[in-house]
């Protein structure tokens, strides 16, 4: 194997020399994203399809199970296999106009993981001191979003809906379907600051030769600087996580209840192999590109901060397939 300047000569399977390169930089990353959005387009295609199929021909195809035909008029009783009443029906139909909502709110999910992978790998190579004797466990900056959490569901029921009722007439101020809208959102800003962040970091120690050939990728930019994307993430999940616990709750019918809560929590399980599906993705292919993002101890030499903005991307889509479906999306009727 030799070596010029910005590749590597190696041989293949075949004991031919080929060549690869050691840079992948923005050429995986414009390769990964095309990859990305082609998927993320193809799953919006796909969804707008579901949708119309969920409001027109399933809808006309379960309405068929409320048609009495001869075999119901000639029985004494009815078979609750062969007819279905309306409210069994709509009940069916509200459970499956859930799934394009659940969809959408994967990558939600996605960003959320970051909080306890990447974001405490990003901690442990910032300057941590506080004080001549005290250095801050990168982890606990997790505990930020648990407050902003706490002081936002507070501020949303007195402050935030008082105010937003003036303006749209609504009881709750907003709907449940544009809380959960407002939390993708923010979800897509948090991977936009952190990526500019991440990008900051690694420029920080760029000036500081010594610290950059490290082993641990240490960088001299303060810890503190992690705490908007902390919060950013602590404002969605007071919106999304509580908006979509209570949609898949009051949308289920009374004796699905339960399954609700299940469907609930299934975005979140999901959602997280979602998020290892797509590291995954960006590992197999920058490792290929001879730019590895992920990969290795020292966190400057990486590329986090295009992976963060790979997810913002993603996120962004999400949002507007969100926005899709939930335009068209029917809320149970309350009887009162």
């Not at 760029?206 to 240490?218: C, D, P, R």
């Not at 009051?250 to 209840?257: F, G, I």
């Not at 992920?294 to 990486?302: I, R, T, W």
Request: glycine share 8%.
């Amino acid at each position: 194997m030799t070596q010029t300047e910005g590749t590597t000569m190696v041989n293949d399977d075949s004991n031919i020399p080929a060549k690869t390169t050691k840079k992948g930089g923005w050429h995986a990353a414009i390769f990964i994203t095309c990859v990305e959005f082609a998927e993320r387009f193809t799953s919006m295609g796909l969804s707008a399809n579901l949708i119309t199929y969920l409001t027109k021909e399933l809808s006309e195809f379960l309405d068929k199970a409320m048609i009495i035909d001869e075999h119901d008029v000639a029985n004494n009783t009815r078979d609750p296999w062969r007819l279905c009443t309306l409210n069994q029906v709509e009940e069916v139909k509200l459970v499956l106009r859930l799934i394009p909502i659940w969809l959408s709110c994967l990558m939600f999910v996605v960003v959320q993981s970051q909080l306890a992978t990447f974001f405490v790998k990003q901690g442990s190579t910032m300057n941590r001191s506080l004080g001549p004797n005290f250095q801050i466990p990168p982890a606990s900056l997790q505990g930020v979003v648990g407050v902003i959490i706490l002081f936002a569901v507070a501020s949303y029921d007195r402050i935030f809906v008082p105010i937003v009722r003036k303006f749209t007439g609504h009881q709750s101020g907003i709907t449940v379907l544009q809380r959960i809208g407002i939390g993708l959102f923010c979800s897509t800003l948090c991977m936009v600051v952190s990526a500019l962040v991440e990008g900051k970091r690694v420029n920080a120690a760029n000036q500081h030769k010594n610290n950059y050939n490290t082993i641990e990728g240490f960088s001299p930019m303060s810890i503190w600087w992690l705490l908007p994307q902390y919060a950013i993430l602590g404002v969605a999940d007071a919106f999304a996580v509580v908006g979509l616990q209570e949609l898949f709750y009051t949308q289920m019918s009374e004796a699905m209840r339960s399954v609700g809560a299940a469907a609930f929590l299934s975005v979140l399980g999901v959602g997280n192999f979602v998020a290892n599906a797509i590291i995954d993705i960006v590992v197999e292919i920058t490792s290929k590109s001879g730019g590895k993002w992920l990969v290795g101890n020292n966190l400057n030499k990486a590329h986090l901060d295009y992976f963060y903005w790979v997810l913002a991307g993603l996120s962004a889509l999400s949002l507007g397939l969100y926005l899709l479906v939930s335009s068209s999306f029917v809320y149970k009727k309350v009887h009162v």
